[in-house]
């Protein structure tokens, strides 16, 4: 995560931010060079668990239907699927290398193309918002939004998934009570969030917590931040 900081204290024109960010992706989608392994899981293992555009029509194929949107190496969507096989959960996330993380986390060398899969996990290797757009109405029942990247100069704020012009579509595909579940150790974003959900109807917006609430598993991107003392919020978002 960059921590350049210089969009704090800037932040106050909102209305200057409304107009929706088009639909294409900002940063890397690779990093390092992928090992011959990381290439079978994407060419592979991946395509037996992709959800497909198709089949956003009627997305829900468990009695709840849950979203991530940026699930970076995977450890928060694969422990919310284990924990909850009444829910089908769509991990959302374009960045190669943490797809191989889960995946390689699912499956040993070798099973690629055999080993069982989670039935409750599906994956969307593009936009998330995308695919967003592509939901019915109330459809569905919890979405989180881990850690994402700040962007924290404010000429890019326009890249936040929190975002004025966003929040209407997030609260399209909610269901009514449906929980939107945000965690930042980013002060920069911590601000805009707040900011952004202080100044919409569509939400019950409490204050945040200071601390991991029960039912959300750690990710390595709130460990990096405990280590480097940064003190992360979790807020819990509630559509009315």
Known sequence: MGKDGSGAGAEGSLRTLIKPPPDRLYGRSRGHKLRPRQEVLLDV?????????????????????????GFGGGEHALAQAAANPQAGLIACEVFENGICS?????????????????????????????????????????????????????RHAKRRFVHPALLPEVARVLKPGAEWRVASDDPTYQAWVTEVMAD????????PAVERPDGWPPTRYEAKALKAGRAPLYWIFTRT
């Open 102 to 154: 889960l995946l390689s986390a699912l499956v040993p060398a070798g099973g690629e193309a055999t080993a069982p899969l989670p039935v409750n996990l599906r994956l969307w290797p593009d936009d998330g918002r995308v695919l967003l757009r592509a939901l019915p109405d109330a459809c569905v029942d919890r979405l989180f939004l881990m850690f994402p990247d700040p962007w924290p100069k404010l």
């Open 45 to 69: 293992t991946l395509e037996r668990m992709r959800f497909r555009l198709e089949q956003a029509a009627a997305p829900a194929w468990l009695p709840e239907l849950w979203m991530e949107i």
């Open 200 to 207: 919409q109807t569509l939400f019950d917006a409490p204050e």
